[in-house]
């Protein structure tokens, strides 16, 4: 009898251990949700919100930012910017998110015509002066676009330049938004512009050289040439994405302008490779939808 009654106190310890070891981890908070859901639920609160209806922005760029050649052979034509512009015909980001008359005092235009990535950085000074709500960036393909494929910006100097703009930005702006376009794909460009004898006289001017030179050449050198080009371009692409990525408040635009379908329609009529006004207008609503977008 004896012997019964230690084997059922100890079989009732065990149990009521086995009890409140469970009991303990729920009031713990559950031991196999750590890092869990609700690990998750605290990460989100945290996480600031994107705000899909910013009251003021501005553009930092290049070339396709300042409208080259939309309106004008050789010039910029700020009017019709994606970003900034107040045409009706672009309709551009700033009109949509802050309405005409808002824009025309609560959007700057700091993008400059042949800017680099290493440009960048001053344009975001000019930039943070006007303490905008939202910036938005479309860089790097005049890093690509250079006299030949040996002078393209090393990857690893576009990165380190890109991080420098963005630090630039928070030093001042901590909060402001940012909205990065991908670099276009400047071989779909060319093989839509050297159709048009006109553009391919413009282009030998000196317009995107290791892309757009011997236009009409389909030898290996020449393929081989452009194919380096874009490589290049999606390797300043993912740069742009992991660098984007580690800051909570910007948004990189997932290669959309890259995976847009340039034709001609698009494309100005003087150039045959810079965005015309309807290309312009496209890159507007990219960017967009992209800007007000909700993230879940």
């Given at each position: 009898?004896?012997?019964?009654?230690?084997?059922?106190r100890?079989?009732?310890?065990?149990?009521?251990?086995?009890?409140?070891?469970?009991?303990g981890c729920?009031?713990?908070?559950?031991?196999?949700?750590?890092?869990?859901a609700g690990a998750?639920?605290a990460?989100?609160?945290?996480?600031?919100?994107?705000d899909?209806?910013p009251?003021?922005?501005a553009?930092?760029?290049d070339?396709?930012t300042?409208g080259?050649d939309?309106?004008?052979?050789?010039?910029?034509?700020?009017?019709?910017s994606?970003?900034?512009?107040?045409s009706?015909?672009?309709?551009?980001?700033?009109?949509r998110?802050?309405?005409?008359?808002?824009?025309?005092?609560?959007?700057?235009n700091?993008?400059?015509?042949?800017?680099?990535?290493?440009?960048?950085?001053g344009?975001?000074?000019?930039?943070v002066?006007?303490?905008p709500q939202?910036?938005?960036?479309?860089a790097?393909?005049?890093?690509?676009c250079?006299?030949?494929?040996?002078?393209?910006?090393?990857?690893?100097?576009?990165r380190?330049?890109?991080?420098?703009a963005l630090?630039t930005?928070?030093g001042?702006?901590?909060?402001?938004q940012?909205?990065?376009?991908?670099?276009?794909n400047?071989?779909?460009l060319?093989?839509?512009?050297?159709?048009?004898?006109l553009?391919?006289q413009?282009?030998k001017?000196?317009i995107?050289p290791?892309?757009?030179?011997?236009?009409?050449?389909l030898?290996?050198a020449?393929?081989?040439?452009r194919?380096?080009?874009?490589?290049?371009v999606?390797d300043y692409?993912k740069?742009l994405?992991?660098?984007?990525?580690k800051d909570t408040?910007?948004?990189?635009?997932?290669?959309?302008?890259?995976?847009?379908?340039?034709?001609?329609?698009?494309?100005?009529?003087?150039d045959?490779?810079?965005p015309?006004?309807d290309g312009q207008?496209?890159?507007?609503?990219?960017?967009?939808?992209?800007?007000t977008?909700?993230v879940?």
């Amino acid at each position: 009898m004896r012997m019964r009654n230690r084997r059922v106190r100890a079989v009732l310890a065990v149990t009521g251990a086995a009890v409140l070891g469970l009991a303990g981890c729920d009031a713990l908070g559950g031991g196999g949700d750590s890092g869990g859901a609700g690990a998750r639920k605290a990460k989100a609160a945290r996480a600031p919100s994107w705000d899909t209806s910013p009251a003021s922005m501005a553009a930092v760029g290049d070339s396709i930012t300042r409208g080259f050649d939309a309106c004008t052979v050789l010039q910029d034509c700020p009017e019709v910017s994606w970003a900034t512009g107040a045409s009706t015909e672009v309709n551009s980001l700033a009109v949509r998110l802050l309405g005409a008359s808002k824009a025309a005092t609560h959007s700057w235009n700091y993008a400059v015509t042949g800017a680099r990535m290493a440009d960048l950085a001053g344009q975001m000074t000019r930039a943070v002066a006007e303490k905008p709500q939202l910036v938005t960036v479309m860089a790097g393909a005049n890093d690509a676009c250079r006299e030949s494929t040996a002078a393209m910006t090393p990857v690893a100097d576009f990165r380190a330049e890109f991080e420098e703009a963005l630090r630039t930005l928070r030093g001042s702006l901590p909060k402001a938004q940012v909205y990065v376009a991908s670099v276009p794909n400047l071989k779909r460009l060319w093989s839509q512009g050297r159709t048009n004898a006109l553009g391919k006289q413009i282009w030998k001017l000196g317009i995107c050289p290791s892309m757009l030179g011997d236009a009409d050449a389909l030898d290996a050198a020449a393929t081989a040439r452009r194919d380096t080009v874009q490589r290049r371009v999606e390797d300043y692409n993912k740069v742009l994405k992991e660098v984007c990525a580690k800051d909570t408040r910007c948004r990189f635009d997932g290669g959309a302008v890259y995976d847009f379908r340039f034709g001609t329609d698009q494309l100005s009529h003087w150039d045959w490779f810079h965005p015309g006004k309807d290309g312009q207008a496209r890159l507007a609503e990219i960017a967009y939808r992209k800007v007000t977008e909700r993230v879940t």
